[in-house]
C-alpha cells in the first residue's frame, strides 16, 4: 500500500515539474492538465452517486468541465449561464426520466470541480514571472498537508478526529499536517529565492499563511469528499491512482486551498515587488 501510494505520488510530481519546466514553451499544458483533472473528478462523481446513464445531464457537464479552463475570466459568467439553461433544459425535456435532485448533484458538483481548480490558472497569472512557483505552493500546500497528516496519524494518532466520516484521521495526524505544512512553505519560499541567486523578495508571511490556513482547508477537503464517498458507499473514486484512489481522492483538498491561495496573494503576494 504504501509503495503504491509512493510511486503514484512520485509520478504525480513529474507530472508537475513537466508542466512547470514547459510553462515558457507550451503555457496551455496547465490549462490541460486542469481542464483532464476536472473531467475525470466530474466522471468519477457521477459515477459515485449512480448517474453515469444519465447521458443528458453528463454530456453538457463534461464539455463544461473541459471548457471553463480554455476561457479568459471574462466569459467564466457566460459559460455558467449557457450550461445552467442547457441543464434545466435537459431536466424540462427529459423529466419523466431525470429527477431534480439528480440535476442539482452533477450541476452543483460540476460547477465546483472545475471552478476551484481553475484557480491553479488565476494564479499562474497573479504570480507573473514567479506564476508557476505560485502554482506549485498552490497545489503542495494541499498535498503536504495530506502527508503530516497521514505521517504524524500513522506514527502516533490516538485520538480520533472524526470517526463517523473518516476512521483513519486523528487529532494527532491534524496538528502533523499543520506544522509540516508551515514548515514546507516556508522551505518552498528559501528554496526558490536560492534559485533565483536571491534576486527576487519572498513574503514568508504568505507562505506561513498558506501553510497553517492550507491545512485546515485541507482537512475540510478531505473530510467533505469522504462524507460524500461514504453517503455513496464506496472507498475510492476510482482506482487510477493506485495507493491513493481517484482522481478526486488526490485533489479534494486542491479544491479548497486553490482558491484561498488565488484570494490571498492578491493581498499578500508572495513575491512582493
Known sequence: MLKSRVISASILILFIIAIVAFNDLFPLALNLAVAAV??????????????????VLLTPSLVFAAAIPFLPGSWHTFAYYVYTVVIFASLILYH??????????????????PSTLGS?????????????FYVIVAVFAAWISDA???????????????????????????????????????????????ICGGQVKISYLSLALIGLVGAGLSVVGDLSFSLIKRTCHIKDFSNILPGHGGI??????????????????????????
Open 38 to 55: 476536472s473531467v475525470m473528478g466530474v466522471i468519477e462523481i457521477v459515477k459515485a452517486l449512480g448517474l453515469s446513464s444519465k447521458v
Open 96 to 113: 419523466d426520466s431525470v429527477t431534480f435532485r439528480e440535476t442539482g448533484m452533477i450541476y452543483s458538483m460540476t460547477m465546483l470541480i
Open 120 to 132: 491553479l490558472i488565476s494564479v499562474r497569472g497573479l504570480g507573473g514571472e514567479h506564476g508557476m
Open 148 to 194: 503530516g497528516a497521514f505521517i504524524a496519524g500513522s506514527l502516533w494518532g490516538r485520538h480520533k478526529l472524526c470517526p463517523s466520516i473518516s476512521p483513519k484521521k486523528t487529532v494527532e495526524g491534524l496538528v502533523g499536517g499543520f506544522v509540516l505544512n508551515a514548515l514546507a512553505m516556508v522551505v518552498f519560499g528559501f528554496v526558490y529565492q536560492w
Open 248 to 273: 478526486l481522492d488526490r485533489f479534494d483538498s486542491v479544491i479548497f486551498v486553490a482558491p484561498f491561495v488565488y484570494f490571498l496573494v492578491q493581498i499578500l503576494p508572495i513575491t512582493p515587488v
